[in-house]
């Protein structure tokens, strides 16, 4: 009953509902003719668990479905039966039979769910889309056929289409949409064309104007529908600024207001909230309460129960107690029940710690209600909070509730001492056996609205508490108090001195000096005297002294007078105190005051003219300033200087790790050139990758008559701009770095497409082309690549560049002996006081990435070393890739820990050690009868030289950017090309002189090692550099091109055939002929000079023991870019250099 009874006061007389109308437990004697009045909801409609026949919700047109019933549903009809479990036949015998919702014709929001009602008939009838709105995705589900035997009603024949809510031609549904003409956009009262609603009513209308809608869609002002409330402000057309409109409404849920209700606050916006968002708070202007931006801090506001992440949590308890720590005010509600104290087992809820309920003592205001339920049994008062001064009820317990205190039986007093105000809602205080200090009459002071009550029951005898000498203090007033003592007091009886009721203020005697303003004692200035026997001050501040405790400034009191204050017109103004205490200006021409003994200036001088003290003053401040700033500066130079000297002594000292210079690199004086689309031409595809695709082409200088083979990489038309930009750092680095075993760019081309210019590789890269020789390739190769990857990462080491993608697919192969780096796509340049590099993800190669580089990002130098061992496992394997079951033989390189690995310069020492004896330390089977093949053998190759006439007259690219270091490595033999023609067609050769040519130059693989040495030479072992032996800026010719031409060319002198000449050559001397390069760079070379003694190059080669020797003059072959490499012209009229 109690719970129906809150269902009366609740909707007696109510036709807007703002918020939810539940209605649940109503038994089949309640009266639920109040319904009857209401007919719209802001929220959902919950009716369950019911056992009245009927639901008289009639006069209900239109839910809005502002909230809906488990985030779905703004009708939800479920359980509404009892059953009759004695009955065999029958097991239901009450429960909702009538649904009278015939006025109901529009849902704005959510679906329909009827569930579980056996009596409740006539409801599948309903056409729910006429209702529904199918833009806010409604979900309906309908009940079955009821028990018609036992209801017997049927809808009335009239009806349209059947449908009707209960028996009878009244209770018929009445269609608002699926009748409606196709002209009609929303609601319709007919099928006729003007029958249609005007676009802002909902459940209908009876006109088609918007003063005829049965309900607004949108906003109702006063009989209009509209979409929006009068602004606050208008734009004006004449002053071309914003004005106050006299019209302005407020919004307050679906209908525009002239002013907000009283607890409600008013936005800039002009809208009726509940809480003021961030950064604002509420303010009372003129009576109306306003959200205004703070200045500075805001007060902390907190969301208390039913706001925020708290809306769906029932009271305070541990595991959200510590969120009203320093709370000013709490939007939403508080409520402190039997679980919130003693945990909650079904939530898994802890026990709360009863000392932080303190937390709220720092609580001034709640928008919601205060319940209390519990509280802790060591308490017997509400103390926590005794600095609450409003409730403002926004939200109530039961919708009529805000503040409550129920069923504590150990409470003694409330000890509500700050509140001032309850502005909506009423007041419950009962089943408090020991609580006095409680009587209803003091609540009345507090309400703001005439219906607001208290009800108070239940609680300790009023002689009760008489007799324990539970009443009030003498200094309260018949109003009654919060409990014992003049603190508890809710009026004062006499007066009142910092929240304490006193009997008289300090106004004649007493410390400190008061005066009375509405009964409240208030002190005294400091600056006002003490007087005796009458009153020291008549208000606050220091201009409402009675007399000056010191002396008096115009109408201020003052502890001095002013001394050399600035005025209005930025003049020092001073003042002296006369005789009676008041500060009085001093003589224009005074500048320190008056003396108290003899009015006279202090320090005086006559009027009109400069006295001399002030201007010695002022050039002796300048000096002082002068002589300051310049020992400031000699100061501030002389550290200088020190600190200068010690850095200075300290490099001296020790050697510095890393250059000074900011990126510990000299500056880059790479030449990038930016050619023109114009001056180079691509010729074919050589492949393609992520980035896009690379052309084989020629680079026609402007202006110049000479052809360069190229390889041009062009973007993807579709690539992004991130590729974009990774390309052109590519180029940026790969523009910088200078080494023979490092590929080198040779210009750019900015565009649609950036189109990278590089030096052409003729065998491709290294990883294809030991898979297409791996059962030529020795170990002499091998190790001698080694070396070169080896320094080719040193060099990258030095200039502080982490390559990140070391592969045998990113190292290219100019010639079979010379391998060069390439791929600078992920490189990254580290600064001299970086060891490390954080990259941000993308696309890596996981499978040659150090462990750090893979878990953390981390890219070093060691992490390269890493990639060094998994590049040589792929050499040593040809091709195979890491980690398919071979036995990791670089062990060394794949340390855990980073600094455990070598360096590339210990790398480089190592394998040149194993290079000056290959099989000593690699073993392939067959080895000596391995050689590399012909250019011409190679795919690649083959490809590449496939259309030849665009090849011809062409310049290696080397020689065309770097002509001196050309000739200069050229100073052996000829020095241009023209000489080494001319050569070549002038000099006569004998088939003696061919012979012994072909001897030399086949000798590179005997066990000499390339030079007529001694027997027991030492040299015939080691040697200092396996891959030095020239200029490693020009690359030779393979020898076993040289041994492919012993079955295709004849020699012109002698006539006859290179394998007869062979063939008269031992065995195994013959079988050693390919097996070992000719090229200036390597080891065994035909050419090759002995070891100096100082290596310029590599120190690490160097041999004191190694003899000295003068270089040989064998013959080889010239560059692979040339023409007679390519076998394009006469390649045996070579040259000797």
Known sequence: DDHYNNLVRMYSNCTVVLENLELTYIQEYHDLSFLKSIQEVGGYVLIAVNKAAIIPLENLRLIRGHSLYDNKYALAVMSNYEKNHSSVTLNYTRGLRELMLRGLTDILKGGVKIAHNPLLCNVETIQWWDMVNKAGNPNHSEVKQCFSHLTGGKCDPGCYNGSCWTPGPENCQTFTKLKCAEQCSGRCRGPKPSDCCNEHCAAGCTGPRPTECLACRDFQDDGTCKDACPPTMIYNPNTHQLASNPNAKYTFGATCVKTCPHNYVVTDHGACVRTCSGNTHEVEENGVRRCKKCDGICPKVCNGLGMGPLTAVLSINASNIDSFKNCTKINGDVSIIGTSLNGD????????????????????????????????????????????????????????????????????????????????????????????????GHWNGLFRLDKQFARVDN???????????????????????????????????????????????????????????????????QECMVKNRTGSCFGSGPDKCVECAHVKDGPHCVYRCPRGVLGDVDRPIWKYADKNRECQLCHENCTDGYQETHLSCCCCFPSGSVPSAVAASVVGGLLVFVVLALGVFVLVRRRHIVRKRTLRRLLQERELVEPLTPSGEAPNQALLRILKETEFKKIKVLGSGAFGTVFKGVWIPEGENVKIPVAIKVLREATSPKANKEILDEAYVMASVEHPHVCRLLGICLTSTVQLITQIMPYGCLLDYVKENKDLIGSQCLLNWCVQIAKGMNYLEERHLVHRDLAARNVLVKTPHHLKITDFGLAKLLTADEKEYHADGGKVPIKWMALESILHWTYTHQSDVWSYGVTLWELMTFGSKPYDDVYMIMVKCWMIDADSRPRFRELISEFSKMARDPSRYLVIQGDDCMYLPSPTDSKFYRSLISTSEDMEDVVDAEEYLLPDKTTQHHNSGVNTRANRHTHTHTHTHTHTHTHTQLIFEFSICSPQNGHLMRENSVILRYITDPTHGGSLEKDLTDPTHRGSLKKDITDPTHGGSLEQDLAALPGTFFNSLPRVPEGPEYLNMARSTLPRSVCESNPDYQEDFLPQATPTSSHFLPAAENLEYLGLSAAVHTPVR
């Open 345 to 440: 087992r079904y939530t898994s809820t802890p026990k709360m710690d009863p000392a932080k309920l303190d937390y709220f003592r720092t609580v001034k205001e709640i928008s919601g209600f205060l319940l209390i339920q519990a509280w802790p049994k060591h308490l017997d008062s509400l103390s926590a909070f005794e600095n609450l001064e409003i409730i403002r009820g926004r939200t109530k317990q039961f919708g009529q509730v805000s503040f409550a205190a129920l069923n504590v039986a150990h409470l003694k007093y409330l000890g509500l001492r700050s509140l001032r105000e309850i502005s909506d809602g009423n007041i419950v205080v009962k089943n408090n056996p020991h609580l006095c200090y409680s009587n209803g």
């Open 459 to 525: 609680n300790a005898n009023i002689s009760t508490c008489a007799q324990l000498n539970s009443t009030c203090d003498d200094m309260c007033t018949k109003e009654g108090c919060w409990g014992p003592g003049p603190t508890m007091c809710l009026t004062c009886l006499y007066y009142a001195r910092r929240g304490r009721c006193v009997g008289a203020c300090h106004v004649l005697e007493g410390t400190p000096r008061e005066y009375v303003l509405n009964n409240i004692c208030l002190e005294c200035d």
